[in-house]
């Protein structure tokens, strides 16, 4: 009797274990098909932008546009101190990088219309090498699923292969090198 309640109390647990291990790897499947579909975008929204030089730019078409060279967008705010300090460092080694792999870079300004004013005066005391787009409505940001800043992405074939939220310095540095090895 005791040999046959041990039995079931073994069984009872392995059951239990494998439940509990299918769960968790229906979740990590899940998890890594709704991350595939993210970094996947087919397509982009046709929404315009303009830059603090007064061009338009339709983020589409640049997108479309990103097969031969990549595409680059930074969100950033004039607020947000961590944006500032990896763009700085963006802008320091901007041409050398560019000598190394062409590509197009944007920062995304997210500031609103309450702060927006401030972007254009921001940038040139910086001296900033980059466009600047302003998407002052967030549409942008909310069509790509951002929510904190910063944010780079890196579009290239008309997909984003390269997504990144946050900065510590150093950081920047595996930009790059995704840069260079897309």
Known sequence: MFLKKQFIKVKFQYFVKNK???????????MLLVSETAF???????????STSGKTIDISELAANSK?????????????????????????????KQAIKPFK?????VDDSRTAQRVKPFIK???WVF????????????SLNIT??????????NKIV????GYIAGEEDNLFEAIKNL
């Open 20 to 30: 509990i291990m299918s769960k968790l790897i229906i979740a990590a499947l899940m």
């Open 40 to 50: 996947s975008q087919e397509s982009f929204a046709s929404i315009k932008l303009k």
């Open 68 to 96: 031969d060279t990549m595409v680059v967008l930074s969100f950033w705010a004039t607020w947000c101190i961590p944006c500032i300090n990896e763009l700085e460092i963006i802008n320091d080694v901007f041409e050398e």
């Open 105 to 109: 870079f944007y920062g995304v300004s």
């Open 125 to 127: 005391g910086k001296g």
């Open 131 to 142: 466009d600047v787009l302003m998407d002052i409505n967030s549409e942008l940001k909310r």
């Open 148 to 157: 904190d800043v910063p944010h780079v992405i890196i579009i290239k074939d």
């Open 162 to 165: 390269y997504r990144h939220t």
